[in-house]
C-alpha cells in the first residue's frame, strides 16, 4: 500500500461549518490511486472561509472574490505528465520524508456549503467532488483551454466520485 501524507487542517471556520476530514483525506487518496501514482506523495489541505479565501485568490491569480476550491501544484505537470515518471525524476523530493510534495488546496468551506445546497445535493458529495477536482490540477489536468481537456477531467471525476462512494449528477 502506497503511503501518501495528507495534511488537512481548518482555519477562521465555525465549528458548525467545519467540513469532513477524514472525508478529504480519502477522496485525495482515491484520486492519487485511481490516477496510478505510486510514488508517495503529500498534500495540504487548508479549510477556510470565503474571507480568507478571498484575499489567496487576489493575491495569487488577481481576482477580487471568493471561489470555492484553489490549487496550488508544486510540481510541473502537464496532463498525464506524471505518469511513468520514477522517483528520482521527480522536481523537489522532500530530503527528510522521502515524499513528493504535489501541493495545496484551498477550500471554502462557505462555498461548499452553499453550492451544494444550490445542486441539492449533501455537503459531503461537494466537499469530495471539489476534493477530487483540486487533485486533478495538482496532477497537471486542466479544464479552462480546450472542450477535450474539461471532458476529459469530468470523465475522471464521476469514475473517482463513483469509486468514493458518491453518484453522479446528471
Known amino acids: 500500500m502506497i503511503r501518501h501524507k495528507i495534511y488537512a ?3 477562521a471556520v465555525a465549528i458548525n461549518d467545519r467540513l469532513d476530514i ?3 483525506k480519502k477522496s485525495v487518496r ?20 470565503d474571507l480568507v479565501i478571498k484575499e489567496i485568490n487576489r493575491e495569487f491569480r488577481g481576482i477580487d472574490a471568493p471561489t470555492d476550491v484553489l490549487s496550488f501544484p508544486m510540481q510541473e505537470f502537464t496532463e498525464a505528465g506524471w505518469k511513468n515518471r520514477i522517483r528520482d525524476e521527480f522536481d523537489n523530493i522532500d530530503p527528510e520524508t522521502g515524499l513528493v510534495p504535489l501541493g495545496e488546496i484551498v477550500l471554502s468551506a462557505e ?5 451544494a445546497s444550490g ?5 459531503e458529495r461537494e466537499t ?12 497537471g489536468y486542466d479544464h479552462l483551454d480546450e472542450a477535450a481537456g474539461k471532458r476529459n477531467m469530468r ?16
Do not use: D
Not at 485511481?34 to 472561509?49: A, D, Q
Open 128 to 139: 469530495a467532488y471539489l476534493t477530487v477536482h483540486s487533485v486533478l490540477h495538482l496532477l
Open 9 to 11: 487542517r481548518h482555519n
Open 119 to 123: 445542486f441539492g445535493h449533501a455537503p
Open 155 to 170: 470523465k475522471r471525476e464521476e469514475r473517482i466520485m463513483k469509486e468514493i462512494g458518491f453518484e453522479v449528477s446528471k
Open 30 to 49: 482515491v484520486s492519487l490511486e485511481s490516477e496510478g501514482v505510486e510514488t508517495p506523495c503529500e498534500v495540504s489541505v487548508l479549510i477556510t472561509n
Open 22 to 24: 477524514p472525508l478529504i
Open 111 to 115: 462555498r461548499v456549503a452553499a453550492q
